[in-house]
Every structure is written in C-alpha cells, then in structure tokens.
C-alpha cells in the first residue's frame, strides 16, 4: 500500500493531494474520474425512469437534476474530504424499494417514502458518529473482507454480461448465453475484444479508450439501422446540447409514513433500508479500497471514518432531494482500474454530474453496451485479489528450487472461512445485492464458530450484525404474517 507522506505539504495540488505519493497524477486521476462517470452515468437516465413508474412517479426531468445535484456535490465532498477515488449517486435497488415496495405496495406517496430514506440516513450517521460502524466494519475477519472483495468483483463482472447481453434469461434455466444477434451485443463483443487486446499491450488507457471506441462503434451502426438498435436519444448525436435543470423536488419529503404505516412497521423499513445501504457501502469501500492499495495488511481502511460519514450523509441527501437513498457506488472500481488514486477523481467525477444537469444530451449518447466490457474488465481486475499472496514453493517440474508463486488469499479447506466465503462471492451476483452475499457469509461464519466451540473468536460486534441480518431477512416473513 502507498504510504501517505508525513512531511509538510509543499503546496499546490501535489502539496493537498499527494499525488507522487500515490503513484499518480492530476492527468491520469482527471482521466480516471471520467472513467469513472462514464460508467455510472447511466444512472443519470436509470434513477428518473424507476422512480417516474411509467409516467406515473415522479416527473423525469426533475430525478434527473436530483439525481445529478446529490451525485455531483456528495462525491465531491468525498473527494476533497477523504482524498480517495470513491464515488457517490443514487443506490440501485434502493431506488427501487422506494418504487416498487414503498409506493407501489405499501401505498406511500413519495414525499412519505423520501422521509423514510431521509430518516435512515440521519440514523446511519449517528451510528457513524457514535463510532458503532466503523467499530463493525473492523470486527470482519480478514478473510471475509477479501472474500467480500472478490464477491463484488464477481457482481460487477455480472452486470457487464448481463446489462452486454452476452448473459441472458434462460428459458429452463435461471441465466443462459445471448444468442449474439443484434447491435447491441455486437457493440458489446466489439469492446470487450478492443479493450482486452489493449489491456494486454498494457495501455493505461485501456477502460476508457474501449469505452469510447465502443461508443463510436455503436453510433456508426446505429445510423446505418436507421436508427433502431438502441433507446430514444442514445448512440445519437444529440439534436441540441444544453437542458435546464428542474430543481422542484428539492425538500419535497414528510414523516407521514408513521401514520401510514404504523410506528412498528415504519421502524422496520428504516431499519432494512439502513442495513442495506450499510453493507453496501462496506463491501464497496472494501472492495474498491483493495484494488486500489488503501487498505492495511489487516484490511483496514485509513480515514475510514471520514469515509463512512460522507456516504452517510449522501443517504440524508439523496431523501431531502427525492433521489433516493445515494451510496458509494462499486463502479468507482473503473476508475481506480485507470489509475486513479486520489481525491481528484471524485472531484472530477462530481463536477462532470453537475454539468450534466445542463449537458444531459451529452451524457446520454452512451450505451450500456459500450460501458459493459469496461465491467466486465473491472471485476476481473477486482477477482484477482484471490491470488494476491506469493509463497515460496519447490518447483520440481522446472528444476529451479524455490520460488515465487501467487496462492489463495482465503484458506477454503477451513470450512469457517472457506464456506462463508462461497456464500458471499455467489449470492453477491446472483441476488444482485452486496448486502445478501454479506448477510449469509455473516451468518454462516458465526453458526460454524458456534458448532466448532469457538463462539468467543467471533466479536461481539460481529453477533451485533449477524442477529441484525436475521431479522433483515426474517423482515418479508413478519410483513405476510401482519406481525410489522
């Protein structure tokens, strides 16, 4: 890991964010910035059209300059704060309980589900306050955090293949390969093999440049099909470039779910929409801090709590704005893959959201297809952490004696470590939740130490998780039985 420097800073952007220090510069951390958004953009377009229902939600144009302005102010306040390359937008999924669960089926308006997320965000920074978070993210054995690193890795490769199209729903079984017809999956194919092949030339510029030829790529074919091979707006050279931004949802929430809901059952929902955005965020510092080289040889994270308090208060502000609940997002992890270390790719990738609630026609021309193989590459990079410990081992083929070879970061022969482990890097992706793979890895770990005799090695705050997790998951069962 980069140590930090210790000496007086000599002033300028060297002197505030270290960048020799940290093996980089202000030009590659600008470019990895805007990997970074290039990435998670599609949230700029995703957040409005799941929380608009179809026309009947919230007004499209007005999530999206929410959206922008909670993304965009946050994550530069998680730049400058903590000099890290995380970003911070809306949460998917959480976004989607606001819809589909909150409004859709328990009857909420959203002003009323926005005070649940307001009300879990300002419960979550006084966990951080207090010191209780930061307290449990320490507790987590070594071995589940690089199990949680390669589990996100396996989540975001999954997301490539399936938002690539070379994943797809199975008629017999869950998920089955695409069929490769089609624009889409051509642009997908196209940029997966453009950013292998510069990849493995070793070009630093491999993610965003394959990015940006897949983008190309998409739009040359997408005129030639008239058109038709992609959504209203992308792979199209927009028609003008400039939008006004709509800033009406601003303070648009009440506490009215209480009366709605009941006490009990309010309390619940805070209750699971806080431990999902608080495992979410754990996996994702974890796993991007990883990558990135700001974990110790203990897994922890220095200026954790700075960076604990910054996302917290991105869920206060995703509900003040109706944007829904906003957490640090696992695509940073582009980024960080560009190189980016410091706080100026946060900066950069904050400011590039504020000028897309001008710019929004811009910003939309990409496809998910032409940020896919950027995903898939992502995870891959992510996974590698499996093997990131050497050994010295006899090497009886070659003849040479001793040497180096990379060996399996988790011991999987120890059934306390090795199937929490499996839980976590399979059910990450196949549920499409961080916060599931952490919940039975947690689970998992604690009743085998149980079984085995050896409660007293599991931390007291990690018992504090796991009955949290249980009751998370028992949460669905109390609803149908009208006990919350």
């Not at 964010?17 to 599609?42: E, N, Q």
């Not at 929380?51 to 102010?73: D, I, N, R, Y």
């Not at 695409?178 to 993610?207: C, D, H, K, Q």
Request: glycine share 12%; proline share 3%.
């Amino acid at each position: 890991m980069a140590a930090e420097p210790t000496a007086v800073a000599t002033g300028g952007l060297e002197g505030i964010f270290h960048f020799k220090s940290w093996g980089t510069s202000l030009r590659r951390d600008m470019l990895a910035g805007l990997t970074t958004f290039i990435v998670m953009s599609y949230i700029i377009f995703v957040n409005p059209s799941i929380l608009g229902l179809g026309g009947k939600g919230l007004p499209f144009a007005a999530v999206l300059t929410s959206t922008c302005l909670v993304a965009g102010v946050m994550t530069i306040l998680m730049g400058a704060v903590t000099n890290r390359a995380y970003a911070i937008a809306p949460g998917m999924g959480l976004n989607a309980v606001v819809a589909f669960s909150l409004v859709l089926g328990q009857g909420l308006t959203f002003p009323q589900a926005m005070g649940l997320i307001f009300l879990e965000g300002v419960a979550i920074t006084i966990l951080v306050l207090t010191g209780f978070r930061e307290a449990i993210f320490k507790a987590i054995p070594l071995e589940l955090k690089k199990a949680i690193v390669v589990g996100i890795g396996f989540f975001i490769l999954f997301i490539g293949l399936v938002d690539g199209g070379i994943v797809i729903t199975g008629s017999g079984t869950p998920v089955t390969l695409g069929n490769f017809v089609g624009v889409p999956v051509m642009v997908t194919i196209f940029g997966l093999v453009v950013t292998i092949i510069m990849l493995a030339r070793g070009w630093r510029g491999a993610v965003i440049l394959g990015i940006i030829f897949s983008t190309i790529f998409a739009t040359v074919l997408n005129y030639a099909y008239d058109k038709t091979s992609f959504g209203a707006g992308i792979a199209v050279i927009p028609s003008k470039i400039i939008a006004s931004p709509d800033f009406s949802l601003l303070g648009q929430f009440n506490f009215g779910a209480f009366s709605k809901l009941g006490v009990t059952a309010a309390i619940l929902w805070i209750f699971s929409l806080m431990l999902s955005d608080f495992f979410d965020t754990m996996g994702t510092l974890v796993g991007v801090g990883q990558q990135a080289g700001y974990l110790d040889d203990t897994g922890h994270l220095k200026k954790l709590n700075r960076l604990l308090l910054i996302d917290s208060l991105a869920a206060v502000a995703g509900g003040a704005a109706s944007a829904s609940s906003a957490t640090t997002y696992i695509e940073s992890g582009a980024g960080v893959a560009q190189g980016g270390r410091t706080g100026i790719v946060g900066i950069t990738v904050g400011v590039l959201f504020l000028l897309a609630m001008f710019f929004s026609p811009i910003a939309g021309i990409v496809p998910a297809n032409a940020t896919a193989p950027a995903l898939i590459i992502v995870g891959y990079l992510m996974m590698a952490t499996l093997t990131a410990g050497e050994t010295m081992a006899e090497d009886e083929e070659a003849g040479r004696g001793l040497v180096k070879r990379a060996v399996a970061a988790i011991n999987f022969n120890d059934i306390a470590f090795g199937l929490p482990a499996v839980l976590i890097m399979t059910i990450m992706p196949l549920t499409y939740s961080i916060t599931n793979g952490i919940g039975f890895g947690f689970i998992s770990y604690t009743l085998i130490r149980v079984v085995q005799g050896k409660s007293k090695e599991v931390s007291w705050m990690l018992w504090i998780a796991t009955a949290g997790f249980l009751l998370y998951f028992l949460v669905p069962l109390l609803q149908a039985k009208g006990w919350a």
